[in-house]
């Protein structure tokens, strides 16, 4: 085979997957799917006072409100092939302003920031940290 077809066809190569990685990359709006999915998973059985259980179905009964909070709280870099997702969320702004003095007494993080690329129509965590 001659050097040229061999680069011709590694561009063509290449070329594909950057098309594949263009027409795959998840939405925003899947993102904010995906992270109400990694709260029930990851963050309700967290949740102290006996509260974990009840967890899920709140996190379901409040989807539409929970996305607009993760909506707001989220960077989101597009770069074409993939996109870059940085979330910062604050369970204190989701407690009524009321109970929020009560906070200290509950053993939870103040925020949580969650770093995501999105590629080929999935999501991929790549850091998550809980600064004290």
Known sequence: MAKWQIIVGGVG??????????????????????????????????VPLGLAKDCPRLVDENQPMLKGWIRQNTQ?????????????????ELVPEPARPFLGLVPLPESYRLRTIGVLGRFVIYGAESPR
Do not use: H, M
């Not at 993102?31 to 059985?45: G, H, N, Q, S, Y």
């Not at 993939?82 to 369970?91: D, G, P, R």
């Open 13 to 46: 190569v290449l070329a594909g997957l950057g098309a594949l990685c263009f027409w795959t990359n998840p939405k925003s709006e899947a993102f904010e799917t995906f992270a109400i999915e990694r709260v029930k998973d990851e963050l309700c059985p967290q």
């Open 76 to 92: 989101t870099q597009n770069y074409g092939l993939f996109t870059q997702y940085e979330t910062t969320l604050s369970v204190r």
